[in-house]
């Protein structure tokens, strides 16, 4: 196994911003106007703020630099600033910005629906919808399915997280923090139980608990659709057994419900396919993305079935800025660096690379219960003393903070709190991959 180096990176601490003017302001200033002028539910993970992004690194304020292992919540898979993203929206800049694409339409969005739909899992016809959130994305596949059923429950999963919106809180499966104080939320939404090996939750256990659902709480000819994320992302990065997504598959086929990937998280080849659900073999009849299909550009997408896509009348979709021309733009861009640079493959790389330093690391440290995962999209989870009763969100707390004080910017996820992922761009280097596991292993070390 490789060896991964633990010792605190001094190149790190010292390394500052050439670009940085010298009178520029610090972290804790503007901590301080944004206290006083921004609401407090906007959470911040770390007190910095950022003067510069350039693929998987970023620098502060203050010119301090960090790689950038959470990718602004797995938005990032071709980096900050991708060159050839920056270029098409500039080229866009000088044609037009906006018109609403309801009202004067644009070739960029035709042609982004056109390759994504010959992207997407399922030998029928496909169409597609731009938005502009991850939630939107999902309340308009929820919509559509409506539409298509004529029937409005809908099933999802314990720990899923689907948007901040009422409909996406109602999906979302967890309280703390998304759902607590703003309910009550939208009716006939059930929830399953997600697969987890870690505490004993198997494949027949969550098809037991749908089973349930149906006995005791709506009939399955009420069930618009079952939403799923193929590898859960706030909810710790669970990995979707292929067995249970083929038996929901053959379980809305009984009975006519739709099935439902969001794929906001994993979408956009983070797994190492362009949809997750590839890899079960498994074909949705709608799929919800968003995050890196645009390098930082805000747009949404749901792709699906022509004939279920169609059920809403004109009118009944779109937005003013969904579907933007400069967030097109960035997204076709996105498409040809995935296949100039091979990202998919690259994926499966990074996947494995960081697995690996990550295997290394749980090897010192018996808090580390479990390394998972699906291609780049990588998380471990800790336990106190290793303990699978005691999830530590404390330690992985103060993980998260030492690892930034080093240089490192990681995120924590998890029912528990107590899952430490990795979103890195894909077109990170090898050196900086191994110089991120070297901090995250350096945090280890003073910490636990
Ligand atoms: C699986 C999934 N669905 C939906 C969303 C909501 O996306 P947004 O924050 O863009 O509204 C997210 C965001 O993290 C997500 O991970």
Redesign the pocket.
């Known amino acids: 196994m490789r060896a991964i180096a633990t010792e605190p990176c001094k190149a790190i601490r010292m390394q500052r911003d050439p670009h940085l003017k010298p009178e520029q302001t610090t972290n804790a200033a503007l901590m301080a106007r944004r206290r006083a002028a921004i609401a407090r539910g906007v959470g911040q993970v770390h007190e910095v703020f950022i003067a510069r992004g350039e693929n998987a690194e970023v620098w502060d304020v203050e010119g301090r630099r960090y790689i950038d292992f959470a990718g602004g919540?797995?938005v990032l898979n071709t980096g900050h600033r991708h060159p050839q993203v920056t270029a098409a929206v500039r080229d866009q800049l000088d044609r037009y910005t906006h018109t609403c694409f309801q009202v004067l339409a644009y070739e960029p969005y035709v042609e982004l629906a056109e390759r994504l739909n010959a992207r997407a899992p399922g030998d029928f016809a496909k169409k597609a919808l731009f938005l502009t959130?991850?939630?939107?994305?999902?309340e308009n596949a929820v919509k559509i399915a409506r539409a298509y059923t004529g029937r409005s429950a809908l099933i999802a999963f314990t720990g899923?997280?689907?948007?901040?919106?009422l409909l996406?809180l109602g999906l979302t499966g967890k309280v703390a923090p998304y759902k607590a104080g703003f309910g009550p939320f939208p009716a006939e939404i059930f929830h399953a139980r997600f697969p987890d090996a870690l505490r004993g939750i198997s494949v027949d256990d969550a098809m037991a608990s749908v089973e349930t659902i149906l006995k005791n709480d709506v009939e399955a000819s009420r069930v618009a659709a079952i939403v799923i994320?193929p590898v859960?992302?706030?909810g710790g990065f669970n990995v979707a057994p292929p067995e249970l997504l083929r038996r929901l598959r053959a379980l809305c086929d009984a009975h006519g419900m739709l099935l439902i990937a969001?794929?906001?998280?994993?979408g956009a080849g983070r797994t190492g396919t362009w949809f997750a659900i590839e890899q079960s073999g498994v074909a949705p009849d709608l799929i919800?993305m968003?995050?890196s299909m645009a390098g930082g550009f805000?747009i949404?997408a749901v792709i699906g079935r022509a004939e279920v896509m169609d059920a809403p009348g004109p009118g009944g979709l779109g937005g003013t800025y969904a579907g933007s021309p400069l967030a097109c733009a960035a997204a076709l861009a996105v498409l040809d660096v995935f296949e100039q640079q091979d990202l998919l493959q690259r994926a499966c790389d990074v996947g494995a690379r960081l697995r690996a330093g990550l295997h290394e690391i749980a090897e010192r440290h018996a808090c580390i219960r479990d390394v998972r995962g699906l291609g780049a999209m990588v998380a471990i989870e800790i336990f106190r003393d290793g303990d699978l009763a005691r999830p530590d969100a404390e330690l992985t707390k103060q993980l998260v903070a030492e690892a930034a004080r080093r240089g490192l910017v990681l995120l924590s996820c998890g029912t528990y709190a107590n899952v430490v992922r990795i979103l890195v761009p894909l077109t990170a280097s090898d050196a900086l991959l191994d110089e991120g596991l070297a901090i995250l292993g350096a945090s280890f070390d003073a910490l636990a």
């Open positions: 919540i797995a959130t991850g939630s939107e994305a999902v899923g997280y689907h948007g901040r919106t996406t994320e859960q992302g706030e969001d794929e906001v998280q994993t919800t968003a995050k805000p949404s």
